[in-house]
């Protein structure tokens, strides 16, 4: 109850917001459109408040739109809600105490030598600290904020609700199955012994690969609530942005492969590419993976009809392109010519670093300008394409994510080599 009045006080808020603004346009002599109204940077900024306050999945749904939207949004607009990405409220002393007391009962702090109540960081679903056991393990413990299990479902129904009253989304997109599987992933997330799992797979698979470092997962201290890991010293990835042109490349470029290998050769991917999930170790240049909980598994077939596309792409062949997407699912028969034609287009376009035969500079902003019109283009006319299978909105999400960190990092890769070396018979995906 106390959440959906929340929402009520979120919608009352932009509601007031819409008011203001438009009565100060009318004043200027202009006829201000609702949806301009409804996303100024002040009401924006109410909903990201509000969002942070709540956290769970209300403040999730707001990290994959500000991530996700990238570059689409208005620098002011993208500024706003890149703040969910990190920005969570957090837990109170006495609420880590309480949550802790369930799940490792109580007199917990005699297996510790310290635990720091003041958290590393405080993230959608969760919030990290640091803490040291008597028996001398460096770890970091991720707490899950109560309650989030069983407000996901009402959460996401309400946040699909704002977003359809704020005419974001198109009046025949059935986004109902999207909203099924959001539903799903966030409890999936919301299990922390199953996040454990695929921590250690990955600890698994990259064992031997000199770039990166996963935590090792602790499984005394785990529990559907908790996760202990290892401590690994490191820095936020984005502070590269001032290193060397030749590491931002490297590191740039190991990510994209790994993406790939996750892909074709692991059938598993973290499928979450937000920025905090990546840090930077400066003794050893590695990079610090984490939050597998938003891992997925993808079948060998969907891995082939990828391969196929990217192979098409990288020939500049777009019928071999569409045969591929609409084997996928991108399309259906009910798909309207003009739309399978524009999306096709924009398609080629965005896969250009794959044909360059060469380094693909990612500050190069021409291409992306480009896509920006015409997916603007597409918005305005409001146009409705058939939605994808879930597992390539995963797919398109990682990749898109990965697209804005190499940007990012200002990073120039060679991303058709990556894809020409990948040798899908090397044990753990290891290049040959």
């Known amino acids: 109850m106390s959440r959906l009045a929340r929402f ?30 409804l996303l100024t940077p002040g009401n924006v900024s109410k909903v990201t408040n509000r969002l942070a306050e709540m956290r769970g999945a209300a403040m999730k749904v707001g990290q994959l739109l500000s991530m996700d939207a990238g570059d689409v949004l208005p620098a002011e607009l993208a500024e706003i809600l890149g703040r969910l990405r990190a920005d969570a409220e957090p837990m109170p002393k006495a609420q880590v105490q309480a949550v802790l ?17 003041r958290p590393l960081a405080a993230a959608s679903i969760g919030q990290v600290h640091r803490a ?70 990955f600890g698994e ?14 499984d005394d201290l785990t529990t559907p ?78 891995g082939q009809l990828y391969r196929r596309l990217t192979e098409a792409a990288i020939r500049g062949d777009a019928a071999g392109a569409e045969a591929e997407m609409t ?29 360059t035969g060469g380094i693909y500079d990612f ?15 597409l918005a305005a006319d409001r146009a409705v394409l058939p939605l994808p299978p879930i597992d390539a909105l995963f797919l398109q999400r990682k990749f898109g994510g990965l697209y804005l960190l190499a940007r990012r990092l200002r990073a120039r890769v060679d991303v058709g080599t990556l894809i020409a070396g990948l040798d899908e018979n090397a044990p753990g995906g290891i290049r040959r």
Request: glycine content about 10%.
């Open 8 to 37: 009520g006080g979120m919608a009352g808020g932009v509601a007031g917001g819409v008011l203001m603004e438009g009565a100060r346009r009318l004043a200027q002599g202009k006829r201000p459109r609702l949806g301009d109204l």
């Open 132 to 201: 040291q056991t008597t028996d001398g393990r460096d770890l970091a413990v991720k707490v899950q904020y109560p309650g989030v299990r069983q407000s996901i479902d009402s959460d996401v129904d309400n946040v699909a609700t704002l977003l359809r009253i704020v005419n974001i989304v198109p009046p025949g997109l059935d986004v109902a199955p999207l909203l099924a599987e959001g539903k799903r992933q966030l409890h999936e997330e919301a299990d922390y012994e199953r996040e454990g799992r695929y921590l250690r797979r």
């Open 327 to 355: 084997a996928i699912g991108y399309f259906d028969g009910a798909t309207a010519p003009d739309i399978r034609e524009a999306v096709i287009s924009m398609f080629m376009m965005g896969t250009e670093g794959l044909r």
């Open 205 to 218: 698979l990259l064992v031997e690969d000199p770039a990166f470092i996963v935590p090792a997962m602790h």
């Open 363 to 377: 500050t190069d902003t021409a291409m992306l300008d480009e896509l920006r019109t015409r997916a603007e283009t």
């Open 101 to 117: 007391d369930r799940q490792w009962g109580r007199g917990w702090e005699k297996r510790f030598d310290y635990f720091s109540f």
């Open 225 to 302: 609530d908790v996760l202990a890991m290892s401590f690994v010293k490191s820095r936020p990835i984005e502070e590269l942005g001032q290193a060397p042109q030749e590491e931002r490349d490297r590191i740039a470029t190991r990510l994209i492969d790994l993406a790939f290998r996750e892909l074709f050769r692991f059938h598993l991917m973290q499928t979450d590419p937000n920025l905090a999930n990546y840090r930077y170790e400066p003794e050893s240049g590695k990079i610090v993976l984490l939050d597998f909980g938003a891992t997925r598994a993808f079948s060998p077939e969907l």
